[in-house]
């Protein structure tokens, strides 16, 4: 099954990609790993921007080559939905990465004060969006309490420890907002793995979050290795993390919507060697509700911006004050 949902194409089940003049075609495979001749699909190359593949798939060197000759970006899963990494172009076509701008990127880094600085406004936009969301469903909640500590904090290990208590307050609200208990009440977060159905969906938002951060990235010159907020020492790339915090409780809106709305079932969801996973159905729906939101228009000082640009603003925002040491000021969402 492979699944368009404007320009970004979803691969979710087993199949043989392959370049076929301008297309990209794509083989069916059996459970053994062999192709099924009859059961092929075309995509004409210029109607992609981004291949999420969530399911077994075999490609060779010269489709990555052509993959990246169009510019395009290929995010791999694992098979409990976990992603796992990307391809990302190195062509012509891709955004050229300033030394300077690398060099700068740097500088804020090991500069004490003003990587502190960077990682307050992240930590604060992100509680500012949790509270923002808790208001919108008219709960009371004391984060206004944490987001006024967080300029008191003298440490990124403070700065997290206030995150950490924020994020879980935040969670402890979310059975007072999300309707369907039976099928859908928040214990606690887990993460590897998810221990729940809820918790799977949490796992699966926050993974498309990291992904779009990482694309929009990509079109800067900032560099994906060097964070602020979450330590880039043992991770290969980490900038999209610092971004993504800001706007997680975005999309967790869309997780309570998609709840209290009913469009998923139990159905959508099946657990394997006790591990829960989203059925393709699933998948589908919830990326389908996605794309709508990154592309739904809002006004933004004067501007009518979707929420992909938004997130692409903000971080050439953060690169200015990186580079020139400006002031920068996280994105709040206003509705």
């Not at 794509?26 to 092929?40: I, M, T, W």
């Not at 793995?193 to 800067?220: G, H, M, Q």
Request: glycine share 2%; hydrophobic share 35%; aromatic share 10%.
């Amino acid at each position: 099954m492979v699944e368009n949902v404007n320009r970004t194409h979803f691969i979710l089940t087993n199949k043989l990609i392959k370049r076929s003049k301008n297309n990209l075609d794509l083989y069916s495979l059996d459970k053994n790993g062999n192709v099924v001749d009859r059961d092929r699909t075309y995509i004409p190359i210029k109607t992609i921007d981004e291949l999420y593949i969530l399911k077994k798939c075999i490609i060779d060197t010269e489709t990555l080559s052509f993959l990246s000759d169009n510019n395009i970006i290929v995010h791999f899963f694992s098979r409990n939905q976990r992603a796992t990494g990307s391809f990302f172009p190195n062509s012509k076509n891709s955004v050229n990465k300033s030394g300077f701008c690398f060099l700068q990127q740097l500088r804020a880094f090991d500069d004490k004060e003003h990587r502190l600085y960077i990682a307050k406004q992240i930590t604060k936009g992100h509680i500012k969006n949790m509270i923002i969301n808790l208001k919108y469903y008219k709960i009371n909640n004391n984060l206004s309490e944490n987001y006024k500590l967080i300029d008191k904090q003298n440490s990124i290990q403070e700065i997290m420890g206030v995150e950490g208590i924020s994020k879980k307050e935040y969670y402890e609200c979310w059975n007072q907002i999300i309707t369907n208990q039976k099928s859908f009440k928040f214990t606690k977060r887990s993460k590897r793995p998810p221990a729940d159905k809820i918790n799977v969906l949490i796992s699966y938002f926050n993974s498309r979050v990291y992904s779009i951060c990482l694309c929009e990235i990509y079109k800067t010159e900032l560099d994906p290795r060097i964070s602020f907020l979450h330590e880039p020492n043992y991770r290969n790339l980490s900038l999209h993390l610092d971004i993504a915090e800001i706007f997680k409780p975005i999309f967790d809106r869309l997780i309570f919507t998609i709840l209290n709305k009913k469009m998923l079932k139990d159905s959508h969801f099946a657990k394997n060697n006790g591990l829960w996973k989203l059925s393709p159905d699933g998948i589908k729906i919830i990326e389908l509700e996605i794309i709508k939101k990154l592309s739904k228009i809002k006004n933004i000082n004067g501007m009518q911006l979707n929420l992909r640009y938004i997130i692409l603003k903000e971080i050439n925002n953060l690169k200015k004050c990186i580079i020139e040491y400006s002031e920068y000021t996280s994105y709040e969402n206003s509705s």
